[in-house]
Nanobody
Framework: VQLQASGGGLVQAGGSLRLSCAAS????????MAWYRQAPGKQRELVVD???????NYADSVKGRFTISRDNAKNTVYLQMNDLKPEDTAAYYC???????????????WGQGTLVTVSS
């Protein structure tokens, strides 16, 4: 299973971006999906996660500004980011708990980061 993230870029404060992350390969099942971010010199942190049933858990710092969604038919998760702030600048990573077959264990798969830069 591979994850391909896209949608990062440079935006002014107050602007919006939409990140996408598509899973591909031999996929039997995907459970939770999530977005993490890592700012320069800081630890990677959870931004938001979403279960296969659509339950979400947001970091306090993004509540009310970011919205996660997923299309299970496309094995894709999205992150709509509104009212972006300079402190949102980071590399954003998607992850998914996935299994390749009915007998395979669920494993955490990570995509490559996509860089979001918010200028003040």
């Amino acid at each position: 299973v591979q994850l391909q993230a896209s949608g990062g870029g440079l935006v002014q404060a107050g602007g919006s971006l939409r990140l996408s992350c598509a899973a591909s390969g031999s996929i039997f099942r995907i459970d939770a999906m999530a977005w993490y971010r890592q700012a320069p010199g800081k630890q990677r942190e959870l931004v938001v996660d979403i279960t296969s049933n659509g339950y979400t858990n947001y970091a306090d710092s993004v509540k009310g500004r970011f919205t996660i969604s997923r299309d299970n038919a496309k094995n894709t998760v999205y992150l709509q980011m509104n009212d972006l702030k300079p402190e949102d600048t980071a590399a954003y990573y998607c992850t998914a708990d996935a299994a390749t077959s009915v007998v395979a264990p669920m494993i955490a798969v990570w995509g490559q980061g996509t860089l979001v830069t918010v200028s003040s």
